[in-house]
């Protein structure tokens, strides 16, 4: 069956230091995303991408970048980890180039923890 | 930009309708309204999408007023299985320089015996 999947799970990590964390579906979608879901905020866009090498920010991208070299694969890498985006992060795709009105399939989600 | 805003919280029992009203007042032209549900340590799951006035799946009904400034989930005959935080989201029909979604802070639902 086609999924989304998510890798790590869990990550603990130093301010400071790079982190990437992984998104790969095997829906074979044109668009994908990353949220971060924090208490009281929802879910909030920080990147999505229209399909291979397109990317484009969303209302919280500071801090973050995504780079789209293939269909399944969007990774999400935070240049110098900060203690405010601890958080965590959820990867979605969907079919067709009609944006929010797609259908959303999302993973399981990466709780980060930037100490 | 379309700003949501729903109930941060709702209890309700077995066997009720439960209705969950998010509110959009700035909802531009373009935008559809979607629900998705979530479960502890899981993404959310798509319920219902529309445009204007109702939808109805075998699942839920969305309402959708005239004005488009608010829309009403309904979950027919609740169970303990729906339990869960509910989101409503805006977002435009079409890609765009500007296009956003915009996701409301969820409304817990809890169901009772």
């Known amino acids: 069956d086609a999924e989304i999947t998510q890798s790590p799970r869990h990550k603990i990590t130093e301010t400071g230091r790079q982190v990437t964390l992984a998104c790969h579906q095997t829906w074979n979608h044109n668009n994908m995303f990353w949220y971060r879901q924090d208490l009281g905020h929802g879910l909030r866009l920080i990147h999505y991408s229209y399909g291979v090498h397109d990317t484009n920010k969303g209302e919280v991208s500071d801090g973050y970048s995504v780079s789209r070299s293939n269909t399944e694969d969007l990774p999400l890498t935070l240049e110098s980890a900060a203690s405010s985006q601890t958080s965590v992060y959820f990867c979605?795709?969907?079919?067709?180039?009609?944006?929010?009105?797609?259908?959303?399939?999302f993973g399981p989600g990466t709780r980060l923890t930037v100490l | 930009l379309a700003k949501t805003t729903q109930p941060i919280s709702m209890d309700s029992y077995e066997g009720q309708e439960v209705n969950i009203t998010c509110s959009h007042n700035n909802i531009a032209t373009n935008d559809y309204i979607t629900w998705y549900q979530q479960f502890p340590s899981q993404g959310p799951r798509f319920i219902i999408q529309g445009y204007k006035t109702k939808v109805t799946n075998e699942v839920a009904s969305l309402f959708i007023p005239a004005d488009r400034k608010s829309s009403t989930l309904s979950l027919p005959r609740v169970s303990l299985s729906d339990t869960a935080v509910y989101y409503c989201?805006?977002?435009?029909?079409?890609?765009?320089?500007?296009?956003?979604?915009?996701w409301g802070a969820g409304t817990k639902l809890i169901i009772k015996p």
């Open positions: 989201l805006v977002g435009a029909a079409a890609w765009g320089s500007n296009y956003q979604l915009i």
């Open positions: 979605a795709s969907s079919e067709s180039k009609r944006g929010g009105t797609d259908t959303q399939y």
